[in-house]
């Protein structure tokens, strides 16, 4: 980890000998001095705690994307002139020009992501005075204060006193443009005051920024159906994501490492379509087709996973117009493919489900309107194909009811058989099934789904369309619509002959795991990822840096729809056979 130590005067940093090129200078007629700095990795430390430092005072610390932190300094005013002083921030990194540093909160930004921005804290309020921490106690010390959700200081006065000013602040992995930030990539903070003008004494700080193991960051679609990740044949892991809670684009994120670091590729064949309100994904050879569903319009896209023909990926198809529609309460789809290389999607309007098929030669069907003559509306579809083609699609109601049936690859539709009486009626709860799993031998496709009363049951649907009785999968109540998702917070997927599934427990907000090798038996659960603010989490079976199955998933520590919370976890599944 590179430290580098500043003060007043020293020449080895004067000469750029520490690297970074970074020296102290002077302003000629300057009325402020910059003294000292000091950041706290403590974000929820006091105002005027002496802890939570993150390195000593005037050392630039190595910081981490997408964890706030908070920097202190000390100024003394030679002059006071009658407007007062008003100080700032200032940053630069790669080739950019000095920008300031505003306000756009985090995780929730409101209405931009820059990629440094001062936040909001809970650790103090706004105006709060501080107290000396830094510099020299012989100093003639004034109050300054902490400012919280705001990037410029109160006008101050003072002369031949010293003021100390602290700022919350955060630097982010992916960022609105879409923007992206390296590891190791260096970042420049300087104090400048209402004019601009950079302040005595202290040199820009160079910040270097790196990405803990698994962090991917951006945001998290909205979707009941699976997003990935995928894996190709070179073990990369591909998965789909916003950059962030304002900046809402479909990407492609992809690791080489299993897991441990994410970019995004081919940004350049970004999709163009956005507002990200309903996506599903199905995997075909090495395509993955998504079906992405926006307020009166549904778009068809597809990605490429890269081989070692055609490199690291790419987009093959860039928002396909399929359908128009009256806006649905709730936007939600899914989507399967059978064995011919047919697509089935299915997708929300304002009252009904609509079902269109893709041939496989590329050309989409007309749009079958399911339950036309009967009620209730219907929302929150997931669909996958099974034995000889037959596609098994469960869907809700707004009465409470939950829906499961067969669409056979003539076209015909199964009777529509009534799982549930419970799900509830609220559009929250809209989004009540888990992704379904098919069992190819025997045509049986198992459906979880998440009742009113916060609890998860399972049962299992025939390929006769007969339903097994209801179980219980767990003890403990699962949460859904987290931030404004309208989904069940769980994920399901099947490895051999057991079934994995992965849930959000409503009180915590931690990930917990159960499974369940014959029918109606389930593990106790045991928790996979704690001390979080769980929100989505979307996963598959996949392979680990030896070859080993793993359960690999994506999950939102607590990004409150926001920014900054995507994270990977492999739960490991057995040595490989």
Not at 434 to 456: C, H, M, N
Not at 496 to 519: A, C, K, N, W
Request: proline share 6%.
């Amino acid at each position: 980890m590179k430290v580098v130590r500043f003060g007043i005067g020293l020449t080895l940093l004067s000469q750029g000998i520490l690297g970074y090129g970074v020296a102290t200078h002077s302003v000629e007629g300057a009325d402020l001095l910059w003294n000292a700095f000091r950041f706290r990795s403590n974000f929820n430390a006091p105002l005027n705690a002496d802890f939570g430092w993150a390195a000593e005072e005037n050392e630039a610390p190595a910081l981490t994307y997408d964890k706030p932190f908070r920097i202190r300094i000390q100024v003394t005013a030679l002059k006071s002139p009658p407007e007062g002083h008003i100080l700032g921030l200032e940053y630069r990194w790669g080739k950019h020009d000095w920008m300031p540093v505003g306000f756009s909160d985090f995780p929730y930004p409101g209405y931009a992501s820059p990629i440094l921005s001062v936040v909001s804290t809970q650790a103090y309020a706004h105006g709060e005075e501080t107290e000396q921490r830094l510099g020299s106690p012989e100093v003639n010390f004034e109050e300054g204060a902490g400012l919280n959700g705001r990037s410029l200081t109160p006008v101050w006065r003072g002369q031949g006193e010293t003021f100390e000013w602290e700022w919350p602040l955060v630097i982010r992995r992916f960022s609105d443009g879409p923007t992206f930030g390296e590891d190791g990539t260096v970042f420049y903070l300087r104090v400048v005051d209402a004019t601009g003008r950079p302040l005595s004494n202290l040199g820009p700080i160079p910040l270097s920024l790196t990405a803990p193991s698994g962090h991917l960051g951006g945001t998290f679609v909205e979707t009941p159906g699976r997003l990935g990740p995928y894996q190709g044949e070179k073990g990369d892991l591909y998965f789909f994501m916003e950059p962030s809670e304002t900046d809402n684009r479909l990407m492609a994120v992809k690791s080489s490492d299993f897991g441990r670091s994410w970019r995004e590729v081919d940004g350049s064949g970004r999709p163009m379509a956005d507002d990200l309100e309903g996506v599903a994904s199905v995997r075909t050879g090495s395509t993955i087709h998504l079906i992405h569903q926006v307020s009166e319009a549904v778009f068809y896209h597809a990605f490429e996973i890269g081989s070692s023909q055609t490199g690291s990926g790419s987009w093959l198809v860039d928002s396909q117009s399929i359908a128009m529609h009256e806006a649905p309460p709730t936007q939600a789809t899914g989507i399967t493919a059978r064995s011919d290389g047919s697509l089935v999607a299915v997708y929300c309007g304002a009252r009904r489900l609509y079902l269109q098929v893709r041939s496989p030669d590329g050309n989409w069907g007309p749009a079958l309107e399911l339950d036309t003559d009967q009620t209730p509306s219907l929302s929150g579809p997931v669909l996958v194909s099974g034995k000889d083609d037959a596609v098994t699609l469960a869907y809700t109601g707004r009465d409470g009811r939950g829906f499961i049936r067969h669409v056979f690859p003539d076209g015909n539709l199964g009777e529509r058989v009534v799982f549930s009486a419970k799900l509830g009626t609220l559009d929250a709860e809209n989004g009540a099934i888990l992704p379904l799993v098919p069992f190819s031998d025997s045509g049986e496709t198992v459906v979880v789904y998440r009742e009113q009363s916060g609890y998860l049951y399972e049962r299992r649907f025939s390929s006769s369309g007969v339903l097994s009785d209801p179980v219980l999968v767990t003890p403990l109540t699962v949460i859904t619509d987290a931030v404004d998702s309208e989904q069940v917070g769980a994920d399901m997927v099947l490895h051999g002959d057991v079934i994995h599934l992965l849930f959000i427990e409503s009180e915590s907000r931690s990930i917990f795991h159960t499974q369940s090798g014959q029918p109606g038996v389930w593990s106790a659960p045991t928790p996979v990822v704690e001390g979080i603010q769980g929100s989505w989490v979307r996963g598959s079976v996949h392979q680990d840096t030896n070859g080993n199955p793993v359960y690999g998933f994506i999950y939102d520590a607590g990004s409150n729809g926001g920014s900054g919370f995507n994270r990977y976890f492999a739960l490991p599944l057995g040595d490989r056979d």
